[in-house]
Every structure is written in C-alpha cells, then in structure tokens.
C-alpha cells in the first residue's frame, strides 16, 4: 500500500504564507510526479502545481504562478507546496497526488484545509 499525508494547512490573512507538504510512503516505488490539487466550496478540483520527480521540472496553474513554488525532496518522497500572497480565492481543500512511474498510477491524499481570510 502507497500512502500520502498532506500537513501545513491552515487560517491566515490575505497577503500572508502558508507551507504545505506531503509525504508519500509505504511499499517501494519509483515517483514520477508529485504534486498540489485544490477544491474550493462548490467548485470542482482543479490543478495547481506539480513537480516531474526526473529532472525537477515545474508547472503551475496561471491563478498560482509567481505566488506559490513547488519543491521537493527525493530523498524523503517529500513535496512541499510554499504559497505567498494568498488571497480569499486560494481558500480550498488542498490534495497531494503521487504518479508512480510503474503504471502511472495516482495516489491521492485524504487532504488539507487553507482558509484565507479577507
């Protein structure tokens, strides 16, 4: 079994930060991708950012860039998710999502909550 726990989220003001990260553990696999998908009340989820394990390549949602960075640590099967200048809009429910390379298979995270208070 694969498991990935998100942790960091939380209340803070517009203009404020917040880091998240998420950890994927259990049986042994190869990452091909992690990365950052939110759902606002009402709304459907959408993507926000991920990272390509090989490589480091990043991408971002249009809404996110030049606020938030995706990184990671290979070494942990850890991504983290540092979100700058939030704003009302960026509140949402926040799922990690590991891509193994063996399949491509998806792994989602249970989820963590940021409240961005106008």
């Known amino acids: 079994q694969v498991q990935v726990v998100e942790s960091g989220g939380g209340l803070v003001q517009t203009g404020g930060s917040l880091r998240l990260s998420c950890a994927a553990s259990?049986?042994?696999?190869?990452?091909?991708?992690m990365g950052w998908f939110r759902q606002a009340p009402g709304k459907e989820r959408e993507f926000v950012a991920t990272i390509i394990w090989s490589g480091g390549s990043t991408y971002y949602a249009d809404s996110v860039k030049g606020r938030f960075t995706i990184s990671r640590d290979s070494a942990k099967n850890t991504v983290n998710l540092q979100m700058n200048s939030l704003k009302p809009e960026d509140t949402a429910l926040y799922y990690c999502?590991?891509?193994?390379?063996?399949?491509?298979?998806?792994?989602w995270g249970k989820g963590t909550l940021v409240t961005v208070s106008s």
């Open positions: 259990g049986r042994t696999f190869s990452t091909y991708a």
């Open positions: 999502k590991l891509r193994v390379a063996k399949g491509l298979e998806d792994y």
